[in-house]
């Protein structure tokens, strides 16, 4: 906190919530209503001692900046709230109390203040933020410490203590919540011809699989593909922690729900894991299934669910480049309790992926697609596939490749126009990289 008085509030507001067991209230905006009346109380009190000691009243302004310092630090991230309100950010890096550093879009990068007024001040903000702001209260201490969270606003938390000199935290903020197609396009992330292209593909159920290097922009790529299904269609997503945010958006998704693993207890029991979320799902006739971020066994049963009905399924994965996406997927399955054999990965993939879509960022903070690569079968236990996009330099990717013919009529029947892909292809002098 940044003075006695809003400390002295906090520390009596907490104590007054604690004996309310604000916990049982359940519903956040319970818990926030109690909070404001406890310090409207606390206030009252601290006014009553000011005057005895005849001491001057706080105004109104400042009693209104304690009341919000108050609710920061008990509902949200504290001080850490006011980085946040600045749209420009994107990500925030804390490396101890005092080294606080913000990127902003664009790639612009400076340090800021201390956000608290020591290191155990700090693990006590993220404890309670652990505790509080999650759909499940998740636990930050020497037992337990990793934290990943899902903040109010969408944004992604990662934090560490114990295992590093200092305690640590990492937010990455999701500025285009509700981005479509077309505004990636406007942003310069493809052109029309892959925008019309990618929004075929989600309208045909053609499977995808984006991915990418960290903060190349997969999560906001999805999201804008999902945009563009049919807003009557089950949607299942299944993640770490919840950032595709679909439930908040009901005019374009009617019918969704959400899945987040669940950490073990202090008992070390009551672990939910992707793959246990990806199988129950299978049960609860999804139209799409839509996995966050794929990163373990979870990938087998993906695989499984994608060849057996569930067309338009997508996914994203951490991988350098389109055609690195598919030994990464074969890395997963081995390692996975089934030990599934790289040729046997391999022919799940053929069978159920239809395009891998590869998003990176520049150095001036632009993010673009660099590469899409359809998925045409296996040879020799290999996934065989064409790069049908790709980009070089700072361009846009441009086509350069024919499509299968098979893969033609079911763009088609999403809407796309296979006539301008032949031109634009035609008068192409872009080679394709191999």
């Known amino acids: 906190m940044t003075s006695p008085v809003a400390d002295r509030v906090l ?11 604000t916990d049982r209230l359940g519903n956040r905006l319970e818990q926030t209503a109690l909070a404001r009346q406890f310090i409207l109380e606390a206030l009252d009190v ?11 009243p706080l105004d109104e302004p400042e009693e209104s900046r304690i009341a919000d310092e108050v609710l920061a630090t008990l509902f949200g991230l504290g001080p850490i709230d006011r980085l946040l309100a600045d749209e420009s950010v994107e990500n925030v890096s804390v490396n101890g109390c ?24 700090l693990i006590e903000l993220i404890r309670r933020a652990a505790a509080r702001l999650g759909r499940n209260e998740r636990r930050f201490d020497i037992a337990n410490p990793f934290l990943d969270l899902r ?37 310069g992330t493809f052109d029309e011809t892959l925008r019309d292209f990618l929004d075929a593909a989600v309208r045909a159920r053609m499977s995808i699989i984006v991915c990418g290097g960290t903060n190349a922009g997969k999560t906001t790529m999805l999201r804008a593909l ?4 049919d807003p009557y269609e089950r949607l299942i997503t299944i993640e770490d922690r919840l950032e595709l945010g679909l439930a908040s958006h009901p005019d374009r998704h009617c019918d969704v729900i959400e899945l987040e693993t669940r950490t073990a207890n202090i008992e070390g029991t009551g672990e939910i894991t992707m793959q246990q979320l990806v199988r129950n ?12 971020e794929v990163r373990g066994a979870e990938v087998v049963d993906m695989l499984s669910a994608l060849s057996t009905g569930n067309d338009g399924s997508m996914c994203t994965i951490h991988a350098n480049s389109s055609q690195a996406a598919f030994s990464k997927i074969a890395t997963y399955a081995l ?3 089934e030990h599934i054999p790289v040729e046997a990965t391999n022919r799940m993939v053929a069978e159920s992926i239809d395009f891998v879509v590869h998003v990176s960022r520049a150095r001036d903070g632009q993010r673009r697609v660099r ?16 790069e049908i996009f790709a980009a070089t330099g700072s361009a846009t990717a441009q086509p350069c490749a024919e499509l299968q013919a098979s893969t033609q009529q079911r763009l088609a029947s999403g809407g796309f126009d296979t006539s301008s892909w032949e031109r634009e292809l035609a008068h192409e002098e872009f080679e394709c990289p191999r």
């Open 226 to 229: 999902l945009n563009a299904c």
């Open 371 to 386: 590469s899409v690569r359809e998925v045409t079968g296996t040879t020799s236990g290999q996934v065989t596939s064409v």
């Open 46 to 56: 601290i006014a009553a001692d000011r005057a005895r000691a005849f001491l001057p």
């Open 335 to 337: 390692r996975s309790t």
């Open 281 to 292: 799902a299978l049960a609860m006739s999804p139209d799409r299934l839509i996995v966050g």
């Open 151 to 187: 903040l109010p606003d969408g944004s992604r938390l990662n934090a560490v203590m114990a295992v590093s000199e200092r305690p640590a935290v990492s937010i990455r903020r999701h500025r285009h919540d509700q981005v479509t197609l077309s505004d990636l396009c406007e942003m």
């Open 98 to 121: 005092d080294t606080v550093w913000i990127h902003h879009a664009g790639g612009k990068k400076r340090r800021v203040e201390a956000i608290a007024d020591s290191d155990d001040e």
């Open 11 to 21: 520390a009596m507001v907490t104590h007054e919530l604690e004996q309310a067991e």
